[in-house]
């Protein structure tokens, strides 16, 4: 994969604004992570709480499973990947909420299906009929083999993941949901996705699940590259069983974040399987296309949902600044720019990273504000809720320092200043 360096004095001016940046966006990690070390933890229950208020106070005690799920990887990916991060307390409070999530995440054991929310002590209360709340808890199951080595985390992981196959490619019946007579035949591109998502974690240095799980990997990357529609000019956010474009409001639906979020995880799977036209198409349609699309040009920021006939769209909030749209772009920028070294991605990458370091942290208390209004001014204060938890953010913030770091390391030898001869390595 060859990557565009620049020389001489360019290339000590770009040295210096990465390094700033790795330095800013670690700073704001560390500060992310202690936000929810020092609030979000259930010492009794276990479990953690994620509705918290501006400066960490608990709302609320609900405990939602995506969150659960979330947090638990998170941490565990904190732990085996960052030294810094390789402490006791991180280990055990992501220990705690994997036993919770093994006591009470599911409905009626030893039936896989998991519950939405749940009161602060496991009780259910409420269950969608879809396959995320499972997705998460296959995520958070395998991180924790990852880290403990202890391997009845990881049949949980894959029992789990191949019940959600069962569900999405054989027999959806076991998730309660009727089908209507009027029931459109649509796919939403969220299920391959994750889907994709929970290969690529199952399949990290594990020769077995690699194998056991090419084929799925495969199939979701096609499914996800079906919702290109309209001549290659637009994503759309659902399509008909068999990729076509569907009437009304269902079809014309796009989410510029989704889009870019589902671009990273494509060209990741591109990246390791080789696959060079696939790369090249999915930076453009997957990064480049959502982002000028779905970029307000009069006050900045990710609209988060769009029309594609350009017609008003029927969601409230359709044109709020949320913060995972913008977590999302900046990874999907910067690994990119990292595979293609085209100047034109990292400078996107820097116009992202500043509107959401300017608009979304909050310098007073820590972490980021998750949603504001079109204009880029707060809207709720809240720092967690049921759908905003220690996620998007660390995880954003995480991996572009790893892929900071990797590009400062290919600018690092001492060379010929006039060579410009590019390197060989993904950053990744």
């Known amino acids: ?53 501006r400066d960490g106070h608990v709302y609320d ?13 998170m941490y565990c990916h904190l732990y085996r990947k960052f030294e810094r991060f390789r402490r006791p307390e991180l280990l055990d409070s992501a220990k705690a909420g994997g036993e919770f999530l093994l006591r009470y995440a599911r409905v009626a054991p030893p039936g896989k299906k998991c519950a939405f929310v749940l009161t602060r002590d496991g009780r259910p209360i409420k269950v969608q009929r879809t396959i995320f709340s499972e997705c998460f808890y296959t995520m ?27 569900w999405v490619r054989k027999d959806p ?11 459109p035949d649509s796919e939403s591109m969220a299920v391959p996705m994750m889907l994709l998502n929970l290969v690529e974690q199952l399949r990290e240095a594990d ?40 009437s009304g409001c269902l079809g014309r639906h796009q989410n510029p974040g989704h889009a870019l979020e589902a671009g990273w995880f494509l060209l990741r799977h591109a990246i390791r399987k080789g696959d060079p036209e696939l790369r090249v ?18 006050h900045g920021g990710l609209f988060y949902f769009q029309d594609a006939d350009g017609l008003c769209p029927t969601q409230l909030e359709w044109a709020m600044k ?21 100047p034109a991605l990292l400078h996107l990458f820097y116009q992202v990273a500043e509107y959401t370091f300017r608009q979304f942290r909050d310098p007073e208390y820590g972490e980021w504000f998750g949603y504001l209004n079109r204009e880029g001014m707060v809207a709720l204060t809240i720092k967690g809720g049921p759908f905003k938890g220690c ?15 990797a590009l400062l390391s290919r600018l690092a030898p001492v060379r010929d200043p006039g060579a410009g001869s590019p390197s060989a390595d993904p950053a990744r």
């Open 1 to 53: 994969i060859s990557v565009w360096l620049p020389g001489g004095e360019e290339m000590e001016k770009e040295r210096e604004t990465l390094q700033t940046w790795k330095e800013r966006v670690g700073q704001e990690l560390d500060r992310v992570v202690a936000f929810w070390m020092a609030h979000s933890h259930d010492q009794e229950y276990g479990g953690f709480f994620t509705c918290l208020g």
């Open 61 to 73: 005690d609900l405990k939602y499973v995506w969150l659960q799920g979330r947090q638990v990887w």
């Open 140 to 166: 958070a199951m395998n991180e924790l083999w990852r880290v403990t080595g202890e391997a009845h985390y990881q049949r949980e992981a894959v029992e789990m993941l191949d019940q959600i196959v069962h």
């Open 173 to 183: 019946s076991g998730l309660g949901r009727p089908r209507l007579p009027g029931t």
């Open 207 to 246: 020769d077995e699940m690699a194998g056991k799980y090419a084929e799925l990997g495969d199939w979701c990357a096609h499914k996800i590259l079906q919702h290109v529609q309209r001549d290659g000019q637009a994503v759309l956010e659902n399509v008909s069983g068999d990729g076509k474009e569907l």
């Open 281 to 298: 198409h999915v930076i453009d349609k997957f990064l480049l296309l959502p982002f000028r699309s779905g970029w307000d040009p009069d």
């Open 322 to 342: 949320l913060w995972w749209p913008h977590s999302e772009a900046m990874i999907a920028l910067l690994m990119g720019y990292s595979d293609n070294g085209d």
């Open 391 to 405: 996620f998007h953010v660390p995880r954003c913030l995480a991996m572009c320092e790893e892929m900071l770091g």
